[in-house]
């Protein structure tokens, strides 16, 4: 059986559900929350190392103001609320991307993270304001700047996922099959699952037959 050692998440379809369900995208978006919780458990009862939760991409900024203001005050209330949480189930929170937020909300993901950074039980990448093609042309930027020779080692070495194992594994929900600018470096051996669920509907159970399906693939990366 295949090990399983990192797991990425395109969680689509909040917004969507929420139009359906509550006549509100972000309706959904707060629903979204409670599978992100269900999610991270499952994970940690797995023994699951990495999980990295595309949560906004550099173009999601196209988004209704309004829309943008909940979302960021929702991450706010969930880290006031649930940080310490976190931390005594021993995870460690990452973020991947930008920070280029309100003040308020810098110094509470820069809080997070260095409460957090000791712990060894799983570790949540959060991408946030993140964009891979961004990424990449950063990484290039740094190895001309610093005269590095251009490799694969250290393309890796100026990524924001430095140190960070590609995901073995790639799940979007919400019945979309694209990978919308994620992880396009990173993903180029990972399995990947899409989901037909919007993602408040995606369950333990719908992760644990994923996480069946994956384990079971024959893995060649480029070898018979």
Do not use: C
């Not at 937020?101 to 991408?127: G, V």
């Amino acid at each position: 059986m295949n090990p399983l050692n990192h797991v990425a998440i395109i969680m689509d379809g909040n917004g969507r559900w929420g139009i359906k369900n509550k006549n509100s995208r972000n309706a959904g978006h707060k629903a979204g929350l409670k599978t992100v919780e269900k999610i991270i458990n499952h994970s940690i009862k797995n023994k699951i190392k990495f999980l990295t939760l595309y949560a906004f991409s550099t173009e999601n900024w196209k988004r209704p103001k309004k829309e943008i203001t909940f979302l960021f005050q929702l991450l706010e209330t969930f880290l006031l609320k649930r940080l310490e949480n976190l931390n005594n189930q021993d995870i460690k929170l990452k973020i991947i991307g930008i920070k280029k937020f309100s003040k308020k909300l810098n110094q509470l993901l820069t809080l997070a993270e260095k409460k957090t950074s000791n712990n060894k039980s799983l570790q949540i990448n959060l991408a946030l304001n993140y964009g891979s093609k961004y990424e990449l042309v950063d990484a290039f930027k740094k190895l001309r700047k610093n005269k590095d020779k251009i490799s694969e080692k250290n393309i890796n070495k100026y990524l924001q996922t430095k140190d960070i194992p590609d995901p073995d594994l790639l799940i979007r929900t919400g019945n979309t099959k694209r990978l919308s600018n994620f992880l396009l470096w990173q993903l180029a051996y990972s399995e990947i699952f899409f989901e037909k669920k919007l993602w408040p509907d995606f369950n333990e159970k719908d992760f644990n037959k994923i996480l069946k399906k994956y384990k079971l693939i024959k893995r060649n990366f480029g070898n018979i």
